[in-house]
């Protein structure tokens, strides 16, 4: 018998401000016809006054524990995937900790941008793998809007804010592809990349919070290549091909990148889960988000094979596949 990794609850959070294109327009040299054109976006969400990213994180969290009939007690490890922490530090982690009544375990962040909530579901995973953890409370959380230019129209429609997360729970099984849970997760990066995509400050640098710089035709290049590479890298590791997948729940970057991931599947649109047009970009938060809400609408059924994939700064990405 071996451990396996299974979803045992998700849950979302998404800030009340909804910020359109048409407003966007009315402030950068832009057009909702531009945006919608070249992104898929039709508007996004923005964080409160004061609404920081564990604030999300928090709700997101308590919705997955709700959903998995859990409470933060029964949690050995949350791991937040955030870039906009609430502070230097300590980790966003621990503030949500904290505000659940955890008082046991561990908490950590993990920054890998927009590949953010894979890199923590492998560091997730690895700890249910190794005995190390039985519940794990994965978290993405971003508040984007506070690092964007909002003069810089290059940007500053492409991004939102919100929350999503998930309970890992240790499962036995006996290494089968149709037993529930996470049957593998597969993460790269190339630093030599970071001038396509990166923040203009931080502490050891400006000492200042900077905000978003991206030459975008590069990322997407790179997007459209380096995702399909972590595909198939999930699909070699279980002897699988595209036409086992039920899903695609991609990050939320760009609907033409989606698109293109999904016809290497030759998955239909109804296959695919789309939120770029309502949340926009929302980094490490696109993909737990995406998942929730095909989950509690019920698209996503018991059984149902999921491929997840992400690219980000760094540049970062990576694959998970899941069985459901």
Known sequence: ?????????????????????????????????????????????????????????????QAALDMAGLTSDEIDLIVCATTTPDETFPSTATRIQAELGMTRGAAFDVQAVCSGFIYALSVGDNFIRLGQAGRVLVVGSEAFSRILDWDDRATCVLFGDGAGAVVLQASECNG??????????????????HDALYVDGGPSTTGTVG????????????????????????????????????????????????????????LPDERVVVTIDRHANTSAASIPLALCEAVED???????????????????????????
């Open 1 to 61: 018998m071996a451990w396996r990794s299974r979803v045992a609850g998700c849950g979302a959070y998404l800030p009340e401000r909804i910020v359109t294109n048409a407003e966007l327009a009315r402030r950068v040299d832009t057009s909702d016809e531009w945006i919608r054109k070249r992104t898929g976006i039709r508007e996004r969400r923005i964080a409160a006054d004061g609404e920081r990213t564990s604030d999300m994180g928090v709700l997101a969290a």
């Open 176 to 193: 089968g592809l149709r037993d529930p849970g996470l049957l593998s997760t597969h993460i790269f990066s190339d630093g030599r990349h």
């Open 211 to 266: 905000h978003v710089r991206m030459e975008g035709r590069e990322v997407f290049r790179h997007a459209i290549v380096r995702m399909a590479e972590a595909i198939d890298a999930a699909l070699a590791a279980n002897d699988l091909t595209p036409g086992d997948i039920d899903w695609l729940v991609p990050h939320q970057a760009n609907l033409r990148i989606i698109e293109a991931m999904a016809r290497r599947l030759n």
């Open 298 to 324: 019920r698209r996503i059924q018991s059984g149902d094979l999921i491929m997840m994939e992400a690219m980000g700064g760094g540049f970062t990405w990576g694959s998970a596949l899941l069985r459901w």
